[in-house]
């Protein structure tokens, strides 16, 4: 699980769902020193600005520009990815910025484990795994929001691809607003759905190219006491 920072669909092919995650995604940023951009996901500064800080769940936090901008922002955060060469990066980052106390760690596997205790923010940015639904991950997210919070989900929108990304064959691994507004709805509580848009965005591919990209953006409250069902692994 992975961010993309201002890039595009990850082009690697599907390992398989016998894969183990950790190798997987190790794999992933062994690749190069730095994987993504380092800037924090624009649709996440554009729908936290106006919240106020308490405590989030940055889920997939790669690289970590996400949780440092949530931190700087006076967010306590509590950051977790399935790679522990994207974690290394990112603690040492934020430690280089004096921002140790405000961000806890967490290396894990989106698959067996899910989030205990409920969340100010749960931000989900660009989650794509081939070896995780979507729909999977937007439950485990839904289940951490605390009553009155803010659910955050963006994505790839099928239909707004870049050309590079190598994923035209993969349209299922992405999302609609509506997508995640029939799935997060027909799930456990209740929710008020404050944002579902589609927005354009301009990228830069590996080479340098430029393309216009389309994220799927969803902002829910919690307007409901979590069941108790909702606690329990996904």
């Not at 961010?3 to 950790?22: I, N, T």
């Not at 062994?30 to 405590?55: C, D, F, H, M």
Request: proline fraction near 7%.
């Amino acid at each position: 699980m992975t961010h993309q920072h201002e890039k595009e669909a990850h082009p690697h092919s599907d390992p398989g769902h016998d894969a183990d995650p950790a190798q997987y995604w190790d794999g992933v940023y062994r690749e190069k020193a730095k994987r993504w951009s380092g800037n924090p996901n624009p649709q996440l500064i554009e729908e936290a600005k106006g919240l106020v800080p308490g405590t989030a769940l940055d889920l997939g936090c790669g690289e970590g520009a996400d949780a440092i901008w949530l931190a700087r922002h006076g967010w306590t955060v509590t950051a977790v990815d399935v790679s522990a060469v994207a974690l290394e990066r990112a603690e040492t980052h934020a430690a280089e910025l004096g921002l140790q106390g405000r961000i806890i760690w967490l290396r894990r596997d989106f698959g067996p484990w899910h989030p205990e205790g409920g969340f100010d923010l749960v931000s989900s940015q660009f989650l794509h795994s081939p070896l995780v639904t979507w729909r999977d991950s937007l439950a485990a997210a839904a289940a951490a929001v605390a009553p009155g919070g803010t659910l955050l989900v963006v994505g790839h929108h099928p239909d707004g691809l870049p050309p590079w990304s190598g994923h035209k064959d993969m349209k299922d691994k992405f999302f609609t607003p509506e997508d995640l507004v029939e799935s997060l709805t027909s799930g456990p509580g209740s929710w008020r759905i404050n944002v579902a848009d589609s927005r354009e965005r301009e990228v830069t591919g590996p080479d340098g190219q430029h393309a216009t990209t389309i994220d799927s953006v969803l902002r829910a409250t919690r307007t409901a006491e979590a069941h108790t069902s909702e606690s329990q692994p996904y």
